[in-house]
Nanobody
Framework: DVQLQASGGGLVLSGGSLRLSCATS????????IVWFRQAPGKEREGVSC????????YYGDSVKGRFTISSDNAIRTVYLHINNLEPEDTAVYTC??????????????????????????WGSGTLVTVSS
């Protein structure tokens, strides 16, 4: 079965850092695209970062560019999201999702249109990030 398990969230102070992990199984990782989303209370879910495994391409939403870094360890089928200089506005549930044969999905579709979230094949668990001032 396809699984995506997010972990690494927690309670941190403003200015701190976290590394979130998305451990995957059940599909060919090298063919996939992995997307990190977040959703804060009262707000719509937004895509914050996207990784095309085959090309190594990385992509970021405007709200987080410069503070977030997405990376991968293909050997263990895991995608990471490193977050620097956390702000209270970053408080949200962070979730990873996959397009299992996405190839260059991020390049083509990430933040390219109003309904790109519908392209996800699978949604994983969420991990809560809480940032206090």
């Amino acid at each position: 079965d396809v699984q995506l398990q997010a972990s690494g969230g927690g309670l941190v102070l403003s200015g701190g850092s976290l590394r979130l992990s998305c451990a995957t199984s059940g599909f060919t990782f090298d063919d996939a695209s992995i997307v990190w989303f977040r959703q804060a209370p009262g707000k719509e879910r937004e895509g914050v970062s996207c990784f095309d495994s085959r090309s190594g391409g990385t992509y970021y939403g405007d709200s987080v560019k410069g503070r977030f870094t997405i990376s991968s360890d293909n050997a263990i089928r895991t995608v990471y999201l490193h977050i620097n200089n956390l702000e209270p506005e970053d408080t949200a549930v962070y979730t990873c999702a996959a397009i299992i044969r996405g190839d260059s999905w991020c390049f083509r579709d990430f933040h390219h249109g109003p309904n790109y979230e519908s392209g996800m094949d699978y949604w994983g668990s969420g991990t809560l990030v809480t940032v206090s001032s």
